[in-house]
């Protein structure tokens, strides 16, 4: 065999030098080797790793999926609710109500609102949410001005403190009035938003809705207007004659005849 120079200072020339030195029985062999359990071992190795890269994608997902049921799971529970009290009216054509409903795990109550009639104010649909107060039960609800307007007479609790609470909600105009030693909801169409309604304006608020118009005091008689004295059985009086008698003609003045 011819061998070919090269250089023995380079690796590469080194090996190419050690296989120009193997006999042709051993270069076969060398070939059957790769060709055969070898190279079978080194595609079940790729293969492995494939597999193995795509079950780890698989898991990693399934946890991904797994965390995200528990999240929802566990905000879903601590967001449910429990309905205290709820109303609705209907006519041929529209629809509208409310429902009062108590969180079941916080100290916090909803007010929903409804109506599905374009006669009705844009904020007669909207989600009321009111932190750190917990609605007990309704003791009044009245629908007042032909079923325009809801009256709720309730017992919240804040801070273990029972306070009550009254509220009077417009459907039709948007207005909400409330009062209640508590902090109520509000909406912005309220008149004078940032103060609270006293239980005298309220009531007289409410006895505008219901119709009602509280009786006047009778007037106080004045200092300078005193009652007539009662005339004694024994002084008849005409009205042609003056209770007070005039007085005699002294003897001086009398006509001489």
Same mark, same amino acid.
Do not use: C
């Given at each position: 065999m011819t061998e070919n120079p090269v250089d023995l200072a380079n690796p590469v020339g080194e090996a190419v030098s050690a296989?120009?030195?193997?006999?042709?029985?051993?270069?076969e062999e060398v070939g059957r080797l790769l060709s055969g359990p070898t190279l079978a071992r080194l595609n079940s190795k790729s293969l492995g790793s494939k597999m193995g890269n795509a079950l780890h994608k698989l898991i990693s997902l399934g946890v991904l999926v797994g965390l995200l049921v528990v999240v929802g799971f566990i905000w879903a529970y601590f967001n449910s609710t429990k309905n205290i009290a709820s109303g609705e009216r209907k006519t041929s054509a529209a629809d509208w109500g409310y429902s009062l409903d108590q969180y079941r795990f916080r100290d916090r109550m909803r007010l929903n609102l409804w109506s599905d009639s374009s006669l009705f104010s844009s904020s007669s649909n909207a989600t009321?949410?009111?932190?750190?107060?917990?609605?007990?039960?309704?003791?009044?609800?009245?629908?007042?001005? %032909?079923?325009?307007?809801?009256?709720l007479n309730?017992?919240?609790?804040?801070?273990?403190?029972?306070?009550?609470?009254?509220?009077?909600? %417009?459907?039709?105009?948007?207005?909400?009035?409330?009062?209640?030693?508590?902090?109520?909801?509000?909406?912005?169409?309220?008149?004078?938003?940032?103060?609270?309604?006293?239980d005298e304006?309220?009531?007289?608020m409410l006895?505008?809705?219901?119709?009602?118009?509280?009786?006047?005091?009778s007037?106080?008689?004045?200092?300078?207007?005193?009652?007539?004295?009662?005339?004694?059985p024994s002084v008849a009086t005409s009205p042609s004659v003056s209770a007070t008698a005039s007085p005699s003609p002294s003897p001086e003045n009398q006509p001489q005849k």
């Amino acid at each position: 065999m011819t061998e070919n120079p090269v250089d023995l200072a380079n690796p590469v020339g080194e090996a190419v030098s050690a296989l120009n030195r193997l006999t042709d029985s051993q270069l076969e062999e060398v070939g059957r080797l790769l060709s055969g359990p070898t190279l079978a071992r080194l595609n079940s190795k790729s293969l492995g790793s494939k597999m193995g890269n795509a079950l780890h994608k698989l898991i990693s997902l399934g946890v991904l999926v797994g965390l995200l049921v528990v999240v929802g799971f566990i905000w879903a529970y601590f967001n449910s609710t429990k309905n205290i009290a709820s109303g609705e009216r209907k006519t041929s054509a529209a629809d509208w109500g409310y429902s009062l409903d108590q969180y079941r795990f916080r100290d916090r109550m909803r007010l929903n609102l409804w109506s599905d009639s374009s006669l009705f104010s844009s904020s007669s649909n909207a989600t009321l949410d009111l932190s750190n107060v917990s609605v007990n039960r309704i003791t009044e609800e009245r629908w007042l001005a %032909d079923s325009r307007a809801v009256y709720l007479n309730m017992l919240v609790t804040v801070d273990d403190k029972e306070l009550p609470a009254k509220v009077i909600y %417009d459907f039709q105009r948007g207005e909400m009035h409330t009062t209640s030693p508590a902090d109520l909801w509000r909406v912005p169409t309220e008149p004078n938003t940032s103060v609270k309604m006293t239980d005298e304006e309220f009531q007289a608020m409410l006895n505008r809705y219901t119709g009602q118009t509280p009786a006047a005091p009778s007037p106080m008689p004045s200092a300078s207007v005193m009652p007539s004295p009662v005339a004694s059985p024994s002084v008849a009086t005409s009205p042609s004659v003056s209770a007070t008698a005039s007085p005699s003609p002294s003897p001086e003045n009398q006509p001489q005849k």
